[in-house]
């Protein structure tokens, strides 16, 4: 059972680079968000979907970019990468209620 | 506004010994899920335990059990006879079920030590 797979696991880029992650998951949920987790901090959500063709500001959007062109994907992009967006980046994919998100693997994105 | 709130950064517990972590939270939404996630030092983050706002019991998982007390919008976890593999970051989180997009937000977590 993969559950919610992201791309890639680790990545280095130079400052004013742009990069897209991947989120996929196959559970076929409706809601996907994207996180960053800062060392010794918590998750804070960047920007979130409630289905395929929707996404919304988190707590902190601004810097990145999603897409949800297919139910099952969620795409996170930098357009011009800072030094202050090096961080674990984590998706995540949950039903409708209230109920918990599963989450991926992580991404360890380092900014230079 | 939806918040969560965990005050404490860092916990030592002796091997075998009950720990309580807490949490609070704040919510105008009436139905809602709160969640506890642990993150070991490998990364990945493993769900614990889910209590829905309108169940009638604390909710128990294993050693895992959730002390819910609504009017004071707490939802600690605790941890019966811990044991080293306990130690790591410890995460509260909530889903308002009908404001707020369903977004889940999470707490700044707690760091759980167990020592020998």
């Known amino acids: 059972n993969a559950g919610v797979t992201q791309t890639p696991k680790f990545r280095v880029l130079k400052t004013g680079q742009s990069m897209t992650l991947l989120c996929a998951q196959d559970m076929n949920h409706e809601y996907m968000y994207w996180y960053r987790q800062d060392p010794g901090m918590g998750l804070r959500l960047i920007h979130y979907s409630v289905g395929e063709g929707t996404t919304a500001k988190g707590e902190v959007p601004d810097g990145y970019n999603v897409s949800r062109l297919k139910k099952q994907n969620f795409l996170l992009g930098l357009e011009s990468a800072a030094p202050s967006q090096t961080s674990v980046y984590f998706c995540a994919s949950s039903g409708t209620g209230a109920t918990e998100a599963f989450f991926g693997q992580g991404t360890r994105l380092t900014v230079v | 506004a939806q918040k969560i709130t965990q005050t404490q950064p860092g916990m030592f517990v002796q091997e075998k010994e009950a720990v309580t972590l807490d949490c609070t939270y704040d919510?105008?939404?009436?139905?809602?899920?709160l969640f506890w996630y642990k993150q070991p030092s490998s990364g990945e983050m493993i769900f614990l335990i889910y209590q829905g706002s309108y169940d009638q019991q604390n909710a128990t998982e294993g050693r895992y059990s959730l002390n819910f007390q609504k009017a004071r919008k707490s939802a600690n976890l605790v941890i019966s006879a811990s044991q080293l593999g306990d130690s790591a970051m410890y995460f509260c989180a909530m889903r308002e079920a009908y404001s707020s997009a369903s977004k889940i937000i999470f707490g700044s977590g707690t760091r759980l030590s167990i020592r020998p």
């Open positions: 919510t105008s939404d009436p139905s809602y899920g």
